[in-house]
């Protein structure tokens, strides 16, 4: 009786393990979220890109 109880929690143990792996592979990295702020902010780099407004980081 013992056994079959070790051998169904190690059984539930790395069927939890498999899911929560699963379950990271999907999660959305918090640091690739943009606020509003660095939204327009991107934008606008983009637009000053268009227009050749840019600076080389070199010639800074």
């Known amino acids: 009786m013992e056994r079959k109880l070790r051998k169904g929690s190690s059984k539930n143990l790395t069927l939890s393990k498999k899911q929560l792996g699963e379950m990271k592979e999907h999660m959305v990295d918090i640091d690739a979220l943009l606020t509003a702020e660095e939204k ?21």
């Open 40 to 60: 327009e902010i991107v934008s606008k780099s983009f637009e000053n890109e268009k227009k050749g407004k840019l600076i080389n980081f070199k010639n800074f």
